[in-house]
């Protein structure tokens, strides 16, 4: 079975353990990349009966050496590593979710070079990661896999001082320096480690026993900011951090841990599950602009909704105006939510092409691209659309449809980007 990476399969809940959040997803079909990447397109041998319902017995999922297990084995769970992937890779979960595991491509670390960024206590956060030179945005910082892949039930639910010594055997696993890195994150116990550092991962789609917690020693330095200036995706078990902005020398690079387009209420709230006070760049601004943010949260969730609505009734449906677009877009912006434009350009890009205004629709559709390339990824579901739109509105098939009768006169392609 050639077994492409979709939408919903395999698809990766992020971020940061369990707390549900935003989703990344991987598609198929790799795009031109200008920074070493890698194979979006995964081959997976045939792992289900011809109906597609029952798993191959256990014995066909025998992992091929350099990969060493199944050791130490709990019921189902055992432990498998290999010291060659990645920066060495230790996954204490099924032999199954192992073998899907071992076919995913696990790429020599990349990203940008060592030097561009340092490590330094920041007041407050712990230590944090700081720029060394201008990192200009669309930059890929990290591209890395986890030196530690846990299956969640094993991670919640096995005897505490049992799981210690097995995660102590995962880490004797690795390679030194891995180690190292894994035992200087954040952490008392390595059961500690795991909770305060790990991202969510999905091996197996939907399957029984999909989600991991997966450790990234070095991406565990990124501190959280509730406008963070770096946006991460994961697909295929790769997790890539990406600058969404120009970020300059001395400024300290963020990712957010949570959604972040809520009032600072419940941002901090949810930021508290993680057992933390945030101290962020947003969370501490003085009571009056903190109250002004959380109005135009509100102004944001009420134009998308109302754009929403709209767009729900068809192409042509009555409301729409062309300047809800922009003022999205400029609300987005006023809020520094540079890592979440790529659904906001894109909208405001649709809506301009309706109403004919081709200067708007061309900019924004541009920006759109950009923007959904770095959030999602090359394959991302609307980036076609959006090049198509900015190359040649007219032909686009929201082109003018506000403007010609009020109804809807949807063009050549039907399966375009509408308004997502
Ligand atoms: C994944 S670690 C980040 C790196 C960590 N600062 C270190 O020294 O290794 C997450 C921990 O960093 C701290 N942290 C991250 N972002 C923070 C923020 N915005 N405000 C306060 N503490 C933060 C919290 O202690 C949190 O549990």
């Given at each position: 079975l050639s077994h492409h990476v979709e939408e919903a399969k395999h698809c990766s809940w992020s971020p940061l353990l369990g707390r549900q959040d935003q989703l990344t997803c991987a598609a198929p079909r790799p795009k031109e990349q200008t920074q070493p990447t890698v194979d979006w397109k995964v081959e997976i041998p045939e792992l289900w009966d011809e109906h597609g319902e029952r798993y191959l017995p256990p014995k066909a999922y025998k992992l091929a050496p350099p990969w060493v297990g199944p050791e130490q084995c709990f019921t189902e769970f055992c432990l498998f590593s290999n010291r060659d992937a990645g920066q060495g890779m230790a996954l204490v979960t099924t032999a199954r979710n192992a073998y899907l595991t071992a076919h995913y491509p696990a790429p020599p670390a990349s990203g940008v070079e060592p030097t561009a960024f340092y490590e330094e206590e920041v007041p407050g956060k712990g230590i944090g990661l700081i720029a060394n030179r201008k990192i200009r945005k669309g930059e890929i910082i990290m591209q890395r896999v986890p030196a530690l892949l846990i299956q969640d039930t094993v991670h919640m639910d096995l005897d505490p001082e049992v799981r210690e010594q097995l995660y102590q055997t995962a880490v004797d696993r690795l390679p030194e320096a891995t180690q190292e890195r894994f035992l200087r994150q954040m952490g008392n116990t390595l059961f500690d480690k795991v909770e305060k550092n790990a991202f969510r991962m999905f091996v197996d789609g939907d399957h029984k026993h999909s989600l991991h917690l997966g450790v990234l020693p070095e991406v565990s330095r990124f501190n959280h900011d509730c406008r963070p200036n770096v946006h991460y995706r994961i697909a295929n078990l790769t997790h890539t951090t990406i600058a969404v902005r120009d970020i300059l020398p001395g400024e300290e690079l963020t990712i957010s841990y949570i959604y972040p387009q809520v009032p600072k209420s419940e941002r901090q709230s949810r930021l508290r599950e993680w057992g933390f006070v945030c101290t962020c760049s947003q969370c501490t601004l003085p009571p009056s602009e903190s109250s002004a943010s959380d109005n135009?949260?509100?102004?944001?969730?009420?134009?998308?909704?109302?754009?929403?609505?709209?767009?729900?009734?068809?192409?042509?449906?009555?409301?729409?105006?062309?300047?809800?677009?922009?003022?999205?877009?400029?609300?987005?912006?006023?809020?520094?939510?540079?890592?979440?434009?790529?659904?906001?350009?894109?909208?405001?890009?649709?809506?301009?092409?309706?109403?004919?205004?081709?200067?708007?629709?061309?900019?924004?559709?541009?920006?759109?691209?950009?923007?959904?390339?770095?959030?999602?990824?090359?394959?991302?579901?609307?980036?076609?659309?959006?090049?198509?739109?900015?190359?040649?509105?007219?032909?686009?098939?929201?082109?003018?449809?506000?403007?010609?009768?009020?109804?809807?006169?949807?063009?050549?392609?039907?399966?375009?980007?509408?308004?997502?």
């Open positions: 135009r949260i509100r102004q944001i969730k009420q134009l998308e909704e109302e754009i929403e609505a709209i767009m729900a009734r068809g192409p042509g449906g009555e409301g729409l105006r062309p300047e809800m677009g922009g003022k999205l877009v400029e609300l987005y912006l006023q809020e520094r939510l540079h890592a979440y434009l790529g659904p906001t350009y894109t909208r405001a890009a649709l809506i301009y092409s309706m109403f004919g205004n081709e200067q708007r629709a061309r900019e924004y559709a541009r920006e759109a691209v950009g923007a959904l390339e770095r959030e999602v990824g090359p394959h991302a579901r609307d980036l076609e659309s959006m090049r198509r739109l900015a190359e040649d509105p007219r032909g686009h098939w929201s082109w003018g449809i506000k403007v010609t009768s009020g109804r809807a006169e949807v063009g050549r392609n039907k399966t375009d980007a509408r308004g997502k």
